[in-house]
């Protein structure tokens, strides 16, 4: 029986992998539920799942979760904080982690993971993009299989199953949807706002990455991510925007082929990949039927319009602190703009700023990223609180 710990349990992935995991319970169960706040959501999903642990971030919610649970009958035991969360993902209260934690506040729990040598569901795209190298070498060193639940990620991992694949591997290229904003000029995306950044097309996503979706900021992080799972520098990484997120992504090999992974856009296709690989079990997501479709097409990305993409490449280019300054940056940003306190082309301004004031410095160990990511926050902040980002 596979003992699952969901990371993020209460929001659009972490409900995703609970619908897949309960549709299997002969093989596998939901031992672990975090969330960062809602006590209300995760005490719902305790009486559906009842796992044996349930971890709050928020210590003030302590209370409120072991009362819930006492009141609710439950014999799940009531956790709160980093550290309770870090002790469980390390134990044997889970063999697989589903790290779907949104943004930096993810990658203590990530690396805690990798390091327990745990099979690592990874949605917390943000981790990878801050401390990519350490991860992806605490996982190596342990013995933990990482499988990438980013769509794109996810398309190129089933297309690249073993190390002789990847040796002939010549290019990624990862779709995008292009977001709500597709086809629009830089001029008029000045006065959008937040209700129509996070209206995404195709995809149904928490705010943040719905928001970096809209600024084509997700696909950076995405180049950054596949640029650390797959051993890819960014010259060999392509983006192509692909409006009916049908091709998750396509593989180039140096013999001519191209693989692509194709599939309705729904998250519990990858989820299920990552807790039966290399078996395939049911999702609950149906098939594709192409007919139905018609097309599928393709366009380049707008650089001028979308300048986060640039800014990425550019992060990734420079190295070593330069994405988590990036990631941080684009944190604050995003988080401002949906507070209605800087303007949707004020993301890419401080994202940019932030990278221009802070050079990068060696990123080799995890302090000095944290230091990088702190200084970014701060930077960031202090600009927003200033108002200097409206443009
Ligand atoms: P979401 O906002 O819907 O959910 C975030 C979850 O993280 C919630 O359960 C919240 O309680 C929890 N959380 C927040 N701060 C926390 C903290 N400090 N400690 C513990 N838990 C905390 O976000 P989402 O859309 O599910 O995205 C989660 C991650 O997966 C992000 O990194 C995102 O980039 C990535 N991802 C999401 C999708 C998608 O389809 N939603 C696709 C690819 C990648
Ligand atoms: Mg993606």
Not at 4 to 21: C, E, F, H, K, Y
């Amino acid at each position: 029986m596979q003992q699952v710990a969901v990371l993020g349990a209460t929001g659009s992935i972490g409900t995703s992998a609970l619908d897949v995991i309960a549709r299997h319970p002969q093989r596998m169960r939901a031992s672990v539920l975090a969330a960062g706040t809602q006590v209300d959501a995760l005490l719902a999903l305790c009486r559906t799942h009842q796992p044996d642990h349930a971890v709050i971030a928020d210590p003030k919610c302590f209370d409120a979760l072991r009362d819930g649970l006492r009141d609710a009958g439950l014999r799940t035991q009531a956790h709160a904080g980093e550290d309770a969360l870090d002790a469980l993902v390390d134990g044997d209260a889970c063999t697989t982690v589903v790290a779907a934690i949104v943004g930096a506040a993810g990658l203590r729990s990530t690396l805690a993971a990798a390091r327990a040598g745990k099979r690592l569901l990874l949605a917390n795209k943000e981790s990878l993009v801050l401390a990519g190298e350490l991860l992806v070498h605490a996982a190596n060193d342990a013995g933990a299989c990482i499988v990438p639940i980013d769509s794109e990620h996810n398309a190129i991992f089933q297309c690249l199953p073993d190390a002789h694949a990847r040796e002939g591997l010549k290019r990624i290229c990862l779709t995008a949807s292009g977001g709500p904003f597709r086809g629009r000029s830089r001029a008029s995306l000045a006065d959008v706002t937040p209700a129509q950044a996070v209206a995404h097309p195709k995809w149904s996503m928490g705010p943040k990455i719905s928001v970096d979706s809209a600024t084509l900021m997700n696909k950076g992080l995405e180049v950054i991510e596949a640029h650390h799972l797959f051993g890819v520098d960014a010259g060999r990484i392509d983006v192509l925007v692909h409006p009916q997120s049908l091709v998750h992504s396509l593989v180039e090999f140096v013999d001519g082929s191209t693989l692509a992974q194709l599939g309705l856009p729904d998250m519990r296709t990858a989820l299920a990949v990552g807790l039966s690989w290399p078996e395939r079990v049911i999702s609950g997501v149906g098939g594709l039927d192409l007919l139905q479709h018609g097309r599928l097409d393709f366009e380049p990305p707008d650089h001028d319009a979308f300048p986060c993409l640039g800014l990425a490449y550019a992060a990734l280019r420079a190295g070593g602190t330069a994405p988590a300054t990036l990631n941080a940056a684009n944190e604050v940003a995003v988080s401002a703009f949906l507070q209605g306190r800087i303007a949707f082309l004020g993301i890419p301004a401080l994202v940019e700023d932030t990278l221009a004031a802070l050079p990068p410095g060696p990123a080799d160990t995890l302090d000095a990223l944290r230091e990088a990511d702190r200084a970014a926050r701060e930077f960031a902040q202090s600009a927003v609180n200033g108002s200097k980002t409206q443009r």
